[in-house]
């Protein structure tokens, strides 16, 4: 069965220092992996995908994740913190359970910017 | 519409009553998905609809959870005998075909059962 693993549960960066949000996931076979994220009362946004093209994934607001299959993490970083960007960000992947395919998110990391 | 609706945003119900949340699925997007997420927790899938009929409602928790998607558009999300541990937030998302690109969310309604 697919699933992801989100190894820290909160993180925290200084406002302009580079933001690390760690993600493990398991697949028997090439997965989709997605970040998506969360500000309070808010939706859900997608912020980046992989779907087996290229490896380093480019999304909006200046964040990206690496497909690291050797690894299986799909790591989402950025190169310096805004405020804005303090949020829940959830590492999502695109799974088969039950004999449909879903999405299977991971528990979570919030992410605390400090001034 | 531009994007997922949900509503209401916010409900309180008291114990043993019954809910209806409501979907209204960006125009198009022929599958629909329910989610519930719990305080400090990721959200947790419950149905899947592919049109108007239910491919995969493994995650809904027991048979007071039930949800209808009549004419492949809008879904409501019905909840009989609430009990207090249904409180949580109930996302919903729409998608083109199987989700491949990605799912769009809604807002979510925040369901407290008090």
């Known amino acids: 069965a697919q699933s992801v693993t989100q190894l820290d549960s909160h993180v925290s960066v200084s406002e302009g220092t580079p933001v690390l949000l760690r993600c493990n996931y398991s697949?028997?076979?090439?997965?989709?992996l997605f970040w998506y994220v969360q500000h309070p009362n808010k939706g859900l946004q997608l912020l980046l995908k992989y779907t087996s093209a290229a490896t380093l994934v480019k999304g909006i607001n200046g964040f990206e994740a690496e497909f690291k299959k050797s690894e299986t993490s799909f790591h989402l970083t950025k190169p310096s913190a805004h405020m804005s960007d303090a949020a829940e960000y959830f590492c999502v992947v695109r799974g088969v359970t039950s004999g449909t395919y879903k999405y299977i998110f991971g528990t979570g990391t919030r992410l605390k910017v400090l001034a | 519409g531009a994007g997922v609706s949900q509503t209401p945003s916010n409900k309180v119900t008291e114990k043993g009553k019954y809910v209806e949340l409501r979907c209204d699925p960006i125009s198009g997007h022929t599958a629909l998905y329910w989610y519930r997420q719990s305080l400090g927790q990721g959200p947790e899938f419950l149905i899947y609809?592919?049109?108007?009929?239910?491919?995969?409602d493994s995650g809904l928790p027991n048979d007071r959870f039930f949800a209808v998607r009549p004419e492949g558009s809008v879904s409501t999300l019905k909840i009989q005998r609430t009990e207090r541990g249904d409180s949580a937030v109930y996302l919903c998302a729409s998608s083109s075909s199987g989700g491949e690109g990605g799912y769009t969310f809604g807002s979510g309604t925040r369901l407290t059962v008090v």
């Open positions: 609809f592919q049109g108007t009929g239910a491919a995969d």
């Open positions: 697949s028997s076979y090439s997965p989709s």
